[in-house]
Each structure stands twice: as structure tokens, then as C-alpha cells.
């Protein structure tokens, strides 16, 4: 998985490039196609770090590379809506 981190839309500051790398490669990450219209399909990330820091992210593929959008830490509900999509797919 390669990731584009040139001229970077966002503060990568608060959430590192390492961090975000590694919510997509939790083996637990939820990937999400909002049903949005427009040209350019973007796409939801939502994985843990390492650290197990609970990361949301808004990116886009060319099927090579990722362009990461906006990336932070996930909020109270996203960090649930984790959880229980994860335990209905462990059941």
C-alpha cells in the first residue's frame, strides 16, 4: 500500500502519516463509499493504530496509490459504530 503524502490538505500534526498508514492496515478497518454523487469517488477509513488510536480518514484511490484527504481521531460514536460493526463480524 502506497501512500501520497505530497502537498497534504491537512495538519498532519495532530495525526502522523505513520498513524494514519497504520489504521489501514488494521486487519479490523472499515472502509466506507458514502453515497454521495459527484465524479471522484472518496472514500472512509476507519482503523486503530498501533497505539490503538481510533483514526478516521477521508481518502481517495487510483488502485495504486492513497491520497489521504482529511484524517483525525475518530469521535466517541465513530469509535462505536467500530466496535459494534466489528463484533457483528466476529459473531
Not at 498532519?12 to 458514502?34: A, C, H, K, Y
Not at 478516521?56 to 462505536?80: C, H, N, Q
Request: charged share 30%.
Amino acid at each position: 500500500m502506497e501512500f501520497d503524502w505530497l502537498d497534504c490538505p491537512f495538519n498532519l500534526g495532530i495525526v502522523s502519516p505513520r498513524e494514519i498508514e497504520e489504521s489501514f492496515e488494521d486487519p479490523f478497518s472499515l472502509r466506507l463509499l458514502p453515497d454521495l454523487p459527484g465524479t471522484e469517488a472518496r472514500y472512509f477509513n476507519l482503523g486503530r493504530s498501533a497505539a490503538d488510536r481510533g483514526i478516521f480518514s477521508v481518502f481517495w484511490s487510483d488502485g495504486k496509490k492513497y491520497r489521504v484527504i482529511l484524517a483525525r481521531e475518530m469521535t466517541p460514536e465513530e469509535a462505536v459504530f467500530y466496535d459494534r460493526k466489528n463484533s457483528d463480524l466476529n459473531v
